[in-house]
């Protein structure tokens, strides 16, 4: 999704053996995202999955141009979808960010609360879903990467991240989209793509952001949009995009794209 550098990587300290790492990490395999540890020890020498991200933090690089995160130290944010918790790692570590993770699946929840117990960041990771989450006018940032296309009711999670974000808040969303050259309003239902069973609903581009708008976000911008070399459908690409719940004041933007 974003340039192949180092900055796109995740680098871990430990004070483990590469030994005792190793039968750690063994215990999670096989794993879908690269991390390097500082013993040497690294996920991309484990069974792995494909397709296995090189550099997880390539999207949390694209929404930080334009989302103010330093001015944000100290802030709180819900990273929707965990996974193995690298962008809040990222975040409470760059940042002092206080993060919530949240995540359906059990694996994911106990790989975040390891790898922030090795990071030595205090960072909450529960067991939850991204359409029931509900804490309300919590948050300043929701990430919400790679999740939006996985449920069976997307717009009922775009409605839960609206609520809990504080006004003024920023929502970073990547997720397939669907964009038909003949008609800009059709979503394509891509249940069991690549035989995935939690694959539903690739929006189009104009839908989700139309959704957007009717749940009162404003300032959306549209960051990045590729179409991977396989594995998609005619017509699908991945998006990231930023939006905004509306300040209390009404206020223009603070954020500005390069």
Not at 104 to 123: D, K, N, P, Y
Not at 168 to 197: K, S, W
């Amino acid at each position: 999704m974003a340039n192949e550098s180092k900055a796109n990587l995740v680098t871990l300290q430990t004070t483990l053996s590469a030994e005792e790492l190793s039968a750690r990490l063994k215990r999670w395999e096989p794993w879908s995202i690269r991390v390097d540890f500082s013993n040497g020890i690294s996920t991309k020498d484990f069974k792995h999955r494909v397709p296995f991200a090189e550099y997880p933090l390539g999207k949390f690089n694209v929404v930080e141009r334009v989302i103010p995160f330093a001015k944000l130290s100290g802030a709180s944010m819900l990273d929707v979808g965990c996974n193995a918790g690298y962008n809040s790692i990222n975040a409470a570590t760059k940042y002092g960010m206080r993060c919530t993770g949240i995540d359906v699946v059990q694996r994911h929840v106990e790989v975040s609360r390891f790898f922030s117990e090795l990071a030595g960041i205090t960072a909450e990771f529960i067991l939850d879903s991204a359409e029931t989450f509900s804490r309300p006018n919590e948050y300043d940032v929701v990430l919400h990467f790679g999740t939006l296309y996985h449920l069976p009711n997307p717009v009922l999670s775009l409605q839960r991240t609206f609520d809990n974000l504080r006004a003024g808040g920023y929502l970073a969303l990547e997720t397939q989209v669907y964009d038909h050259p003949d008609d800009p309003n059709i979503c394509y239902f891509m249940h069991m793509q690549n035989n995935d069973r939690t694959n539903f609903w690739a929006l189009s581009t104009a839908v989700l952001t139309k959704w957007l708008t009717l749940l009162g976000f404003c300032e959306i911008v549209e960051l990045l949009k590729v179409v991977p070399r396989q594995g998609l459908a005619e017509h699908m690409s991945r998006i990231v995009m930023v939006a905004r719940k509306p300040k209390a004041d009404s206020s223009p933007s603070d954020y500005e794209i390069d």
